[in-house]
């Protein structure tokens, strides 16, 4: 996203490509323009079908052996949940040559470690708003030939609709009963690569890492985060304890003192947590594919980011439970509501599992 500013920030211009920009005066959108949709105060002065433009570009990227094209529009929470059911999503549409769109690098082998056999990957450089804005209505679009398929859109928003008549919604029936996957299915689980794993060994021993750490991960996107004492505190008690500390952040590596921290990819935090003695975590997406690894997690609840959707950490908790998936354990994993436990008691509760 670029962002330019004009007299004091008076006059504001965000964009993100030349289909994709808004003019604002004050905070107020003054004209926009959304995947070709033109809006002038609000209101729409020009539209065309911008969806099938979207899709013929794609399409010019694709080879046309494929019968279906798979998007997962969401990061690594939602999209665990797809993954792991993804084969069993395939037989549920027939499809018989089906390709999976990966849309950001960073989910390779992330991507890679439930691809079922006979499912192809390719990148194609999509934008995120791109995608949910084509699939905003429907979750399969055919066009000339092939289908595209992009099952849940609005999963927070949604849930958070149906719990007035479905008190014990959650995401992960949410998402495969949006995909038409039967309930009780067993799951895939991430099977990582050896390329990966050797990489990670490599890692540990450059870090000096060692056999007795925890993963802290201070962050997240979505959650509001925890105050940097709170996390000093806590990596203070776990050394105290002769942990080694290796710190999952782009923020806190710098200010946790002693702490070890590496670039990794998804897949080889995926590797690391197998050799860990547990992961404390704020609960966004990245540990609810963790749990994945079988070892001791602890996950805190706070509010969601921005009030719209208006999650607190107690709604969150109860939608975004981990125990909703299938095989995590409750004496593997605890979670933790952080309005109701927070500062010196949480940190001290932690440290009683270590």
């Avoid at 504001?12 to 003019?23: A, E, F």
């Avoid at 949910?132 to 849930?159: K, L, Y």
Wanted: aromatic share 10%.
């Amino acid at each position: 996203m670029i962002k330019h500013s004009l007299f004091g920030g008076l006059i504001q211009l965000k964009k993100r490509d030349k289909r994709n920009y808004r003019w604002s005066i004050l905070g107020l959108s003054v004209f926009s323009c959304h995947m070709g949709q033109q809006k002038l105060f609000g209101l729409t002065i020009h539209k065309h079908d911008s969806v099938r433009k979207w899709l013929d570009e794609m399409q010019s990227h694709i080879d046309k052996k494929y019968d279906d094209i798979y998007i997962l529009r969401h990061n690594i929470g939602e999209s665990y949940v797809e993954l792991m059911h993804l084969g069993d999503t395939l037989e549920a549409n027939k499809s018989t040559n089906p390709l999976l769109i990966l849309w950001d690098k960073k989910y390779t082998g992330f991507y890679k470690m439930f691809l079922p056999k006979g499912m192809d990957i390719q990148y194609v450089d999509l934008q995120q708003a791109d995608i949910h804005s084509a699939f905003d209505r429907e979750a399969i679009v055919r066009h000339n030939g092939q289908r595209f398929i992009c099952s849940t859109q609005r999963i927070a928003q949604n849930m958070k609709k149906q719990m007035a008549t479905k008190p014990d919604v959650n995401f992960y029936d949410y998402i495969n009963n949006a995909a038409g996957i039967e309930k009780g299915k067993p799951s895939t689980l991430p099977k990582p690569s050896i390329e990966a794993t050797q990489r990670v060994i490599f890692k540990i021993k450059r870090m000096e890492l060692s056999d007795k750490f925890i993963i802290l991960c201070p962050e997240a996107t979505s959650l509001v985060e925890l105050k940097n004492e709170f996390w000093e505190k806590l990596a203070e008690g776990l050394r105290d304890k002769g942990y080694d500390i290796f710190v999952n952040a782009h923020d806190h590596d710098t200010i946790l003192q002693n702490a070890k921290s590496a670039r990794m990819t998804i897949e080889e935090l995926f590797i690391l947590a197998q050799h860990s003695q547990g992961i404390i975590s704020l609960a966004s997406g990245l540990p609810v594919f963790l749990t994945a690894a079988g070892v001791k997690m602890d996950l805190l609840y706070t509010n969601f980011v921005g009030r719209k959707l208006g999650y607190n950490s107690k709604l969150a908790m109860q939608i975004y439970s981990v125990y909703h998936l299938p095989g995590v354990s409750k004496e593997l994993v605890k979670e933790y509501d952080t309005a109701k436990l927070k500062g010196q008691n949480l940190i001290e509760t932690l440290l009683q599992r270590y």
